[in-house]
């Protein structure tokens, strides 16, 4: 398949660009849990919330991250800050474990998954997800929204939870937390993920496939109409 593109097409991973198996370390033992994006409702920020509470209490070396910028969308309505209702809803003597790191520049980000344990992505809706590319090519595993693009992404390297379930949320970052193990077979699943199944080459073979595919069924040979039952190729 030819495109008449006037520029080179240039390939930028997610992840450190000299990133490699040989560079990459193990996730630290007293590494945070780690939430990146928006704090708001559509990013499950208040489901992670409210476990954070039984999971920080049954944890007492745990701690979680949050790196993102605010938005005016905590639960009541009122258009108010999401990261004062999460200081206001965790228990006081959680507090000194929680951090808040803001908006980071891409290079920060990077260095905040590398430092943590394992990722948290609770989202009520995701397709793609940069981060959990991110965290894969970064060798960190992530509990996860079940029904969601981010489950698609992790596969077996990741573990879902039932969505918007903090008590589901709770008992998956508890007994990951416990599991020193499990962390491991994980993370290095998850790069191997990265290496394999996301690999910049092998996605650009199935996407130029799907393109020649989609372009020889809007084309049928002898001027036969299209056999196809695909209405996304028969629209093309």
């Not at 630290?28 to 780690?34: A, D, E, I, Q, R």
């Not at 979680?64 to 009541?76: I, K, M, Q, R, S």
């Not at 879902?160 to 589901?168: G, M, T």
Request: with cysteine; glycine share 6%.
């Amino acid at each position: 398949l030819s495109l008449p593109l006037a520029r080179e097409i240039v390939t930028t991973p997610l992840g450190p660009p000299h990133a490699n198996a040989a560079d990459l370390t193990p996730p630290p033992p007293t590494g945070p849990v780690l939430f990146v994006g928006r704090l708001e409702a559509l990013k499950g920020v208040d489901t992670l919330t409210l476990a954070a509470n039984t999971f920080l209490a049954n944890c007492p070396d745990a701690a979680l991250e949050f790196v993102g910028p605010d938005t005016n969308t905590a639960p009541g309505g009122g258009g108010t800050s999401m990261r004062a209702w999460i200081e206001q809803t965790l228990h006081p003597a959680l507090l000194p474990r929680v951090r808040f790191a803001g908006e980071l520049p891409p290079r920060g980000v990077t260095d905040r998954i590398i430092a943590a344990r394992f990722l948290c992505l609770p989202s009520t809706h995701e397709n793609f997800s940069h981060v959990a590319a991110q965290a894969l090519s970064l060798s960190r595993t992530a509990i996860v929204s079940a029904t969601t693009g981010l489950e698609e992404v992790f596969g077996s390297a990741g573990i879902p939870f039932e969505k918007s379930n903090p008590a589901a949320l709770a008992a998956a970052l508890t007994n990951l937390w416990q599991s020193p193990a499990k962390i491991h077979t994980l993370s290095a699943a998850a790069l191997t993920r990265a290496q394999t199944i996301f690999n910049p080459t092998t996605i650009a073979h199935q996407r130029t496939a799907f393109y020649e595919n989609a372009l020889r069924a809007k084309t049928p040979m002898n001027n036969e109409p299209s056999k196809t039952n695909n209405p996304l190729l028969t629209s093309l």
